[in-house]
T-cell receptor
Framework: KQEVTQIPAALSVPEGENLVLNCSFT??????LQWFRQDPGKGLTSLLL?????REQTSGRLNASLDKSSGRSTLYIAASQPGDSATYLC?????????FGTGTRLQVFP | GAGVSQSPRYKVAKRGQDVALRCDPI?????LFWYQQALGQGPEFLTY????????KSGLPSDRFFAERPEGSVSTLKIQRTQQEDSAVYLC????????????FGPGTRLTVT
């Protein structure tokens, strides 16, 4: 059974820092991996989807990498801003359902 | 185009009441998924449909939970005799097909059972 773990569970940093959020999964037979953002009381906003044949995806200040063999994905946030404060979730596509981690709660202070 | 919509956005039910949560997927999306998100946790899979066929309901926590998608479009998640542990956000997602296609999420329905 797939298990997805995210480290750290919470992170508080000053504005401007470059950040690394980690996601690990136990079953490497995944289709894709996706990173989401969730603001308090809100739904999920998709950030990046990495297909199993890809190693990374970039969007603006965000870069996500995928290493299936080691069961790891990393979300890199450059030059963090207070508006980046949210919970970040990674999820693996196993067959047709998403298996989510418990998230990293990020706070960026001015 | 419209995204995935869910209604109601908030629902308060007394313990023992039945509730029905609605999901309107993106037009043309054949796959529809339901997830449950408890406070402070990541979403957990409940069930999914391809068109009107329910292909996997392994995540439904008990036989009080029932989902349907009779015409292959709108779906309803019904919870009978609600319990306090059913309090959670219920998320619906849709995708163009099976096999790992990207899922697009609705805003969720927050259910509080008192």
């Amino acid at each position: 059974k797939q298990e997805v773990t995210q480290i750290p569970a919470a992170l508080s940093v000053p504005e401007g820092e470059n950040l690394v959020l980690n996601c690990s999964f136990t079953d490497s037979a995944i289709y894709n991996l996706q990173w989401f953002r969730q603001d308090p009381g809100k739904g999920l906003t998709s950030l990046l989807l990495i297909q199993s044949s890809q190693r990374e995806q970039t969007s603006g200040r965000l870069n996500a990498s995928l290493d299936k063999s080691s069961g790891r994905s990393t979300l890199y946030i450059a030059a963090s801003q207070p508006g980046d404060s949210a919970t970040y979730l990674c999820a693996s596509y196993n067959t047709d359902k998403l298996i989510f981690g418990t998230g990293t709660r990020l706070q960026v202070f001015p | 185009g419209a995204g995935v919509s869910q209604s109601p956005r908030y629902k308060v039910a007394k313990r023992g009441q039945d509730v029905a949560l609605r999901c309107d997927p993106i037009s043309g999306h054949v796959s529809l998924f339901w997830y449950q998100q408890a406070l402070g946790q990541g979403p957990e899979f409940l069930t999914y449909f391809q068109n009107e066929a329910q292909l996997d309901k392994s995540g439904l926590p008990s036989d009080r939970f029932f989902a349907e998608r009779p015409e292959g479009s709108v779906s309803t998640l019904k919870i009978q005799r609600t319990q306090q542990e059913d309090s959670a956000v219920y998320l619906c997602a849709s995708s163009v097909g099976m096999g790992g296609y990207e899922q697009y999420f609705g805003p969720g329905t927050r259910l509080t059972v008192t």
